[in-house]
């Protein structure tokens, strides 16, 4: 392939799954110029490692994997604290529309809990809520399957402890 031919095509895939990039940066970056720098660093890892995708995983595993690996080299890098966010800022382009506002309380919420989640568990977090298998989870975090269930349970238990209100 030659290399315009191979930039319109990588333009063509990020397009398509660029709302991957933009989750991962909101989980992992708390303004929205960290939020610009994470994506343009993850894209720029994405374009150098792209000649080696081999295509044995879809494009988006790789893509998760490649967001998450970058993501948390920059949180170690710049040692952030830990990030909050708003509601309308954790989880972006959800489908989810609270319908009053006792669920836009909750929903507030459980991001205000997510965000008290360390790196990992925001990863799994996120990956979850995409509706991920624990197989694709496995396969973008390098986590082992039996693993990613045990630690879902247990943050499921630490996110309810985080949302509950006596």
Partial sequence: MEKEDLKQ??????????RIIYKICYLYADNEADRQDLYQEILFRVWQAYPK????????????QVALNTSFANLREHKKSVITHTADGLLPDTNYEATDDTETEQLALLHQAISQ????????VVLYLENKTYDEMESIMGIPNGALRVKMTRIKEKLKKLTKTD
């Fill in 9 to 18: 095509f990588f333009t063509v895939l990020i397009n398509r799954h660029r």
């Fill in 53 to 64: 995708f081999r295509g044995d995983a879809k494009f988006s595993t790789w893509l998760y």
């Fill in 117 to 124: 989640l360390n790196e990992i568990e925001r990863a799994v």
